[in-house]
Structure formats: structure tokens, C-alpha cells
């Protein structure tokens, strides 16, 4: 079931396993995940290893649970996986701009970020010319 959390009128949900008694903000066994109705699109995360655990010790989910699995089979994934770069010493921009400009190019991004967001050579140039410029002493 859901539990309301969030400031007023700025609703966020919790994805919870909860007694059927129990209150809606009671109680609760264990958190599974959460919902945010506000972004764009939806924000909807389920552990599925655990909603398949409680669903097979009798567990059954709410309707608007099963509505959101629903609406999770038939959207497609828009989670990137953004690569890990560690950095022992200052990092080199030539050295980072290739992997920026591939997780980009893999994101599934609507056109319209696209166009708000910097270009990667614009963002690489002004971090070169900052790099550039003679300390104020």
C-alpha cells in the first residue's frame, strides 16, 4: 500500500508492506520502494525482489499498487547508467568529455531537455578557459 510523506500540497508516497488494519500512516512491516506523482513523468520504484517475497508469503497489493506495476511494465526504462570516474588527481577534461558525450548520446532524453541543456563542448571550453586564466595574486 502507499504512505503519504511530504510537505503540504507537495505529496510523495512511500510503497510499504503494512498490516491491513493498520492505518495508512501507521504502522508499517517494510518500505519496498516510493512514488512521486508530481515529476514528469511519474517517479515509480519498486524492489521487485521484495514485492515478489511478500506477494508469496500472501501479501496482496492495493489497487493502486497494481496499477502502477502496470504503468512500470509498459514504460520503458529511462534510467541511465552513468559510469563511475574516479579521481585521484584533478581530472583532465579531455580525458572526461568522451565518457559524458557517450552516456548522453545512450540517455533516452526528450528533445526539449535536449535543447535547454549545454553542449558538452560548450561546458569542456569554458572549463579549458577557466583553467586557463593567471591566478589573481
Known amino acids: ?10 505529496p510523495a508516497y512511500r510503497i510499504v508492506v503494512a498490516d491491513s488494519r493498520a492505518p495508512r500512516d501507521g504502522r508499517i512491516i517494510e ?3 516510493y512514488y512521486n506523482p508530481l515529476t514528469n513523468p511519474s517517479t515509480v520504484v519498486i524492489s521487485d525482489e521484495r ?6 508469503k500472501g501479501a496482496q497489493p ?8 502496470k504503468q512500470l511494465a509498459a514504460a520503458p526504462a529511462v534510467v541511465a547508467e552513468v559510469p563511475v570516474v574516479e579521481v585521484a588527481a584533478p581530472v583532465v577534461v579531455e580525458e572526461v568529455a568522451p565518457v559524458v ?5 545512450e540517455a533516452p532524453v526528450a528533445e526539449e531537455v535536449v535543447a535547454e541543456a549545454p553542449v558538452v563542448e ?5 572549463v579549458a578557459a577557466e583553467e586557463e586564466k593567471p591566478a589573481a595574486e
Open 101 to 105: 558525450e557517450e552516456v548522453v548520446e
Open 62 to 69: 492495493t489497487d493502486v499498487i497494481v496499477r502502477l506495476l
Open 31 to 33: 518500505n519496498i520502494g
Open 122 to 126: 560548450e561546458v569542456v571550453a569554458e
Open 1 to 10: 500500500r502507499l504512505r503519504r510523506v511530504g510537505a503540504k500540497k507537495q
Open 51 to 56: 514485492y515478489q517475497y511478500w506477494v508469496s
